[in-house]
């Protein structure tokens, strides 16, 4: 297959970062395998007039399809995206990244030659290193690729892990699955380790090209900050991040994984560094970590919130 006869759907959500916005559409304009869209999903309610005449310009030659949403929420936003895509493969990536180039073409030849369903690149971060090795759980245990495997692992191979900022699905695929679950509030923590998990019981792996990578800027590198500011300021996580943690763990666990997901959120909500490095927050940390079950429970039991459109080939 030539490698224009590969369209690929690129969808950003973003809000509040209009200049690195433009920067990271920038870099996808100028794409050696062009994308077949750049579909902009815009949660942000107002940005300064010289980014408002990029996007405006680039709409016009139509160049961004740009869509506007009111209520910020990444999983709504990569939905919305998808249902207005039209090319074969849907490109999820963050608004704050850098790409070389080759990237497009990076994942074109990394689906021709795999065949694979769904395909899941790097996310470097800081100084961009990569690890050459993994804990072997992270391909043997039934949860290993969502608790062992590294974002920055430098071989290729199949797996189940994702990240919602740098992966790639068949249109068809990511449609007849529902699209990512919008219960995932705001920033959507866990969303993508849910659609990976639908992903995999639908019988599906994704396959991970360390040549299809992205460099996160992430809060650090982004003078705007956006809404991706992480805990740094912060007595706990964002709030949603804990009922998002404790929806997925209700949707998925089992009388297997039940105690390994716990620790992973003990862990991350409970026994992280703001709280090690000041013990006396433990008590209250473990209080708010606990307030956010009765919503999830609530969201659990009233059902996912997916898409099921039917595709128009």
Excluded at 43 to 48: D, F, G, K, V
Excluded at 215 to 233: F, I, M, Q, T, Y
């Amino acid at each position: 297959m030539h490698r224009r006869e590969v369209y690929i759907s690129c969808i950003i959500p973003t809000l509040g970062r209009g200049a690195v916005l433009c920067d990271t559409l920038s870099l996808l304009l100028a794409q050696t395998h062009p994308a077949h869209q750049i579909i902009v999903v815009d949660q942000t309610p107002a940005h300064p007039i010289a980014v408002m005449r990029a996007l405006a310009a680039w709409t016009q030659q139509s160049l961004v399809v740009w869509l506007r949403q009111a209520k910020p929420n990444a999983s709504r936003a990569r939905n919305a995206g998808a249902q207005v895509a039209t090319g074969d493969l849907l490109l999820f990536l963050d608004d704050d990244i850098r790409i070389d180039a080759t990237f497009l073409a990076a994942y074109a030849q990394a689906f021709v030659r795999t065949g694979a369903d769904g395909i899941c690149g790097p996310v470097l971060e800081g100084e961009g290193k990569m690890v050459e090795a993994l804990d072997r759980r992270a391909f043997t245990s039934e949860l290993g690729w969502l608790l062992r495997f590294r974002k920055n692992y430098a071989h290729e191979c199949e797996t189940s892990f994702m990240m919602s900022g740098n992966v790639a699905v068949r249109r068809e695929v990511f449609l007849n699955l529902g699209g990512m679950d919008e219960n995932y509030d705001r920033g959507a923590h866990r969303e993508e380790s849910d659609f990976a998990m639908r992903f995999r019981r639908a019988g599906y792996r994704f396959w991970y090209s360390p040549r299809c990578a992205i460099c996160h800027l992430g809060p650090k590198g982004v003078p705007e900050g956006g809404a991706r500011d992480g805990s740094a300021g912060k007595d706990f996580h964002y709030f949603h991040h804990c009922v998002g943690d404790w929806y997925f763990n209700l949707k998925f666990c089992t009388p297997r994984t039940v105690f390994p997901l716990l620790a992973a959120s003990l862990r991350h909500f409970v026994f992280n560094r703001q709280t090690l490095d000041r013990p006396w927050r433990f008590p209250f940390a473990v209080m708010y970590w606990i307030a956010a079950l009765p919503p999830a429970i609530v969201k659990r039991w009233q059902g996912p919130k997916l898409i099921f459109t039917q595709i128009q080939n």
